[in-house]
């Protein structure tokens, strides 16, 4: 397959989920994060549900501290002019934490298929409910994926936006995610699973990790993509 999309939205590109930090009682939070990369950031739930995301990205470079005070203070007053600082400021900042297995990109052939087919499909098939198949393709109205951006517009019915209204994105907002609540999905998948299906939801539910060698992704192997990203290392900062 010459150069696929790599989910369902057209403006999807390839995803790595870096790692978490804890989120302060007044919103703040104060962390490490490697330079020269770009970056989006999720604020999650108690399920680990992404709340919102950031629809822009952010870039630091080596040694830079960037803040995000401006756009989301009050627009009639400041900490600065309080002679306050956010909480988290207050403390050392925080190292990234893997948020569920190693930090690896997002692959629904890797990481997703084999709980699908292991766990989900024989019991629904069963069952007669839900998606009797789980193949990518069958999973499209099951998921929340953003799409649109990157062809100049936004206007997307359900899936565009210039932002994300909270609670209505990613696992939230999706039938698989709110099935992931229920009782009998929480008897019948392991924790660890469901967190891995959750963040692949919140991840825009990608099919590929990488625009080259689909047919090795296919099968389950570790793919990287070609830029902005250390295999070896994938946290280490640009010196």
């Known amino acids: 397959m010459d150069k696929p999309f790599i989910g369902y939205g057209n403006e999807s590109t390839p995803r790595i989920p870096l790692g978490t930090v804890a989120l302060e ?25 992404a709340i919102q995301t950031m629809r822009s990205t952010a870039f630091a470079h080596p040694g830079e501290r ?20 956010p909480m988290a400021f207050r403390r050392a900042p925080e190292k990234l934490k893997p948020e569920c297995g190693p930090i690896e990109p997002v692959n ?11 766990r ?9 409910k839900g998606p009797q198949k789980m193949d990518y393709e069958s999973l499209r109205e099951y998921v929340f994926y953003f799409e649109g951006g990157m062809f100049g517009t936004t206007i997307k019915k359900d899936h565009g936006g210039s932002r994300a209204i909270p609670g209505r994105c990613g696992a939230a907002a999706s039938r698989i995610g709110k099935a992931m609540l229920t009782p009998a999905h929480q008897k019948a998948l392991p924790a ?12 825009n539910a990608l099919r590929y990790s990488a625009y080259h060698n689909t047919e090795a992704q ?22």
């Not at 660890?192 to 991840?203: K, M, N, P």
Request: charged share 25%; net charge negative.
């Open 25 to 49: 009682s007044d919103g703040s939070a104060y962390f490490e994060a490697p330079a020269g990369k770009q970056l989006i950031f999720q604020v999650l739930d108690e399920n680990d549900m």
């Open 66 to 85: 960037l803040t995000c005070l401006g756009c989301h203070e009050t627009k009639n007053e400041s900490y600065a002019a309080k002679g306050e600082q």
């Open 108 to 118: 629904f052939y890797r990481q997703i298929e084999p709980i699908m087919k292991g």
């Open 120 to 128: 989900c499909v024989g019991c629904h098939q069963k069952e007669g």
């Open 192 to 203: 660890e699973e469901r967190h891995r299906v959750i963040l692949w939801l919140d991840a």
């Open 218 to 239: 296919e099968c389950g192997e570790l793919v990287w993509p070609l830029v902005d990203v250390d295999p070896a290392n994938p946290l280490a900062n640009v010196e």
